[in-house]
């Protein structure tokens, strides 16, 4: 609103005018971002019931996958780590 206000007037502050149309560009992206993590939060919390036509559940399914993977590549870190201490001593 205070941009079309300036914008308004016969002669408009060029800085002003930039410094608020960069400040809506701020608000917007902060708004995007919270929202994306309002869906990421939400697709991790949802009970995984597709619909007909949902792709929801096989992506469920392959980020679940993903997760078991990370965690055995941990686990195995930690053997690898344990057992070169034991050969260590």
Known sequence: ????????????GERLLERQAAQFSAAVQKVESEL?????YLTQVATGQPHEGSSYSARKGCQM????????RLKLGELARACEQLLET
């Open 1 to 12: 609103g205070t941009v079309i206000l300036e914008l308004s007037k016969e002669k408009a």
């Open 36 to 40: 994306s993590a309002q869906i990421r």
């Open 65 to 72: 996958a993903l997760n078991r993977v990370d965690y055995a």
